[in-house]
């Protein structure tokens, strides 16, 4: 049977969770060897999404991205942040072809899309 990424994420994170960070690398390290083991070093990458999206469900932290033209001031940051009522994880993320406004995920959901784009693109397709 083929083990998954998220099955060997939830693997690593039960091992290392409650131990102090010496017995946590050489469990990690133990870990890389069962991957190049079972030839499966190729899913390191998956596997540490999947670790960090077990993660956040342990701890109940959402993960919001926040999508702009240009790098947003400390202060509006912060008020979009405010908004939330539980746990996040703020990644920031630049896009130059945003004209202008934000695009907020929250878990990979689309939750608001406040872009000057999608304004033109709805515009455009109430005027046909």
Not at 27 to 40: A, E, G, T, W, Y
Not at 94 to 107: A, E, H, N, W
């Amino acid at each position: 049977m083929k083990i998954t990424p998220k099955q060997y994420a939830i693997s690593l994170y039960e091992s290392t969770i409650k131990v102090d960070k010496v017995q946590a690398e050489r469990r990690i390290k133990k870990f890389v060897d069962i991957l190049k083991k079972n030839n499966d070093l190729s899913l390191s990458n998956k596997i540490i999404e999947q670790y960090y999206r077990h993660y956040r469900d342990e701890k109940n932290i959402s993960k919001i991205e926040i999508v702009s033209h240009k790098k947003l001031n400390p202060e509006t940051l912060n008020q979009i942040i405010q908004k939330f009522n539980k746990q996040i994880e703020v990644e920031e993320k630049i896009d130059k072809s945003l004209i202008g406004g934000i695009i907020i995920k929250m878990d990979n959901n689309l939750l608001i899309d406040g872009s000057v784009k999608r304004k033109l693109k709805n515009l455009r397709k109430n005027i046909k």
